[in-house]
C-alpha cells in the first residue's frame, strides 16, 4: 500500500462549526489560547488540551500521522527534560509533572495551530492581510503628506523624457502581501499531494523508494522538483487568465455576534495571569 503524505494544514473543516466563524476572531482566539498555554499551570494546560482534543474532533484526520510524529517528538523532548534536569543528576522524579506541562503546552500549541488553519481558508486570511497593508501605506501617505506637503506632491518629468518615462510603476505582486501569503500556503499542500502521485507511481512500477538508494531518492527529487516547476508555472497561468491585478478589490466578511463573543474570550485568556 502506498504511502500517504498529508499536510495537517490544508483545509478541510469536515463537519467542525469553527469554520463559520470570522478569520480575525478565530486568529485572536489563537493567539490567546497559545500566550495562555505557555503561561498557564499544568491543571489549566490540560483543560486547554482536552479542549483542543474536544475541537478537533469533527476535523477529518484529527489522528493521522502528522499528529502522532509531533506528539511522539514532543514526549520525547518532555523526557529528555525529566531525565536531564540541568543540574548534575541524571533523573528527578520531582521534574516529571513539569515534563508533562512541557509536552501538553506543546502539544496544544500544535493543535490549536492545526485546527485554525483547516478551519479557515486561506485567501480569508489574505484579503485581510492585503487590507491591513493597504491601510497602512494609505495612513503613511496621509502623514507624510501633512508633515512634508511638498513631498507628497508627484514629481515633474522633463519634457525631452516624458515620451519614454513611465509616470507611475506597474504595481507587482508584493504590494499585495495577502494573494502572496495565500500562494504559498496553497503551494504546501500541492506539493505534500505531488510527492504522494510520485511514490505511488513509484510503487506501482516496482520501485521501493524505502530502501536505501540513492539514485532512486534523487530520480525521486527530479521529478518533485520538476512537478513543483509545472504547479507554479499552471498557478500563473491561470492568474493571467482569471486577469489578476495587485489592486484587486477585496471582499470582507463582516464580524457578527458569535465572532465578538470569541474576541471576549480571546480577551479574557490574554488577562490570565
Known amino acids: ?57 469533527r476535523i477529518p484526520r484529527a489522528g ?11 514526549l520525547f523532548a518532555a523526557l529528555v527534560r525529566g531525565i536531564l534536569p540541568g543540574d ?22 500544535y493543535l490549536y495551530s492545526r485546527i485554525f488553519y483547516t478551519t479557515t481558508k486561506v485567501s480569508e ?9 493597504r491601510a497602512a501605506r494609505t495612513s503613511w501617505q496621509r502623514l507624510i503628506a501633512l508633515l512634508c506637503p511638498r513631498c507628497a506632491l508627484p514629481r515633474r518629468v522633463p519634457h525631452a523624457a516624458s515620451s519614454t518615462a513611465t509616470p507611475h510603476a506597474e504595481p507587482s505582486i508584493l504590494s ?4 502572496l501569503f495565500s500562494i504559498v500556503l496553497l503551494f504546501l499542500p500541492r506539493i505534500f499531494d505531488a510527492y504522494s502521485r510520485i511514490r505511488e507511481a513509484g510503487e506501482v512500477r516496482g520501485i521501493s523508494l524505502s530502501r536505501r538508494n540513492a539514485r532512486r531518492s534523487l530520480a525521486m527529487l527530479e521529478h518533485l522538483i520538476l512537478e ?41 485568556l490574554f488577562a490570565l495571569r
Not at 485572536?28 to 498555554?37: E, P, Y
Not at 548534575?88 to 500549541?109: E, I, K
Not at 499585495?176 to 494573494?179: A, E
Open 1 to 57: 500500500m502506498a504511502y500517504r503524505l498529508t499536510n495537517p494544514f490544508a483545509f478541510e473543516p469536515g463537519g467542525s462549526a469553527l469554520a463559520r466563524f470570522h478569520p480575525l476572531a478565530k486568529l485572536g482566539f489563537l493567539l490567546a489560547v497559545t500566550s495562555a498555554m505557555m503561561r498557564a499551570r499544568l491543571e489549566f494546560a490540560l483543560a486547554l488540551f482536552v479542549l483542543a482534543l474536544i475541537l478537533s474532533i
Open 64 to 74: 493521522s500521522g502528522p499528529l502522532r510524529a509531533i506528539a511522539l517528538l514532543v
Open 88 to 109: 548534575g543528576r541524571l533523573f528527578d522524579v520531582g521534574s516529571l509533572p513539569y515534563s508533562a506541562l512541557y509536552a501538553a503546552r506543546l502539544l496544544g500549541v
Open 125 to 133: 486570511i489574505g484579503d485581510w492581510l492585503t487590507m491591513v497593508v
Open 176 to 179: 499585495d502581501p495577502g494573494m
Open 228 to 268: 513543483s516547476m509545472l504547479i507554479a508555472f499552471r498557478t500563473s497561468l491561470a492568474m493571467q487568465v482569471r486577469a489578476y491585478s495587485p489592486e484587486r478589490s477585496l471582499r470582507l466578511s463582516p464580524l457578527r455576534g458569535l465572532d465578538w463573543a470569541l474576541i471576549a474570550v480571546s480577551a479574557g
